[in-house]
């Protein structure tokens, strides 16, 4: 049984920074497309940012959503199972729980394409 454990979360200021971790068990890590993903109250689900490994030369291939984009960074470490995002320059309207998650096929940003998905950690933006 797949498992997804995301930390980090917390209570930052504008401007601020936090890193996410979500560490993955049960599954063959380095098979599965690892993201971000959030939701704020009232609204959908949304997608930050996704990792596929491709391996060899490339390496690592991620995706970032535009809103995030040059503010996050997402990372992964096939040896540790785990993937991250470190967040800086956050802002009031980055606020969300945040939850991680794992798919075997997928396009990255279609959140109905994941097999799994943990807990959340919330992540609250306010002076």
């Known amino acids: 049984q797949a498992r997804l454990v995301e930390s980090g979360g917390g209570l930052v200021q504008p401007g601020g920074s936090l890193r996410l971790s979500c560490v993955a068990s049960g599954l063959k890590f380095n098979d599965y497309s690892m993201s971000w993903f959030r939701q704020a109250p009232g609204k959908e689900r949304e997608f930050v940012a996704g990792s596929r490994w491709i391996g060899g030369t490339i390496g690592n291939m991620v995706n970032e959503a535009d809103a995030v984009q040059g503010r996050f960074t997402i990372s992964r470490d096939n040896a540790k199972n785990t993937i991250y995002l470190r967040m800086n320059r956050l802002r009031v309207d980055d606020s969300a729980v945040y939850y991680c998650?794992?798919?075997?096929?997928?396009?990255?940003?279609?959140?109905?394409?994941?097999?799994?998905w943990g807990q959340g950690t919330q992540v609250t933006v306010s002076s």
């Open positions: 998650a794992a798919c075997s096929s997928c396009t990255l940003a279609s959140r109905n394409d994941y097999d799994y």
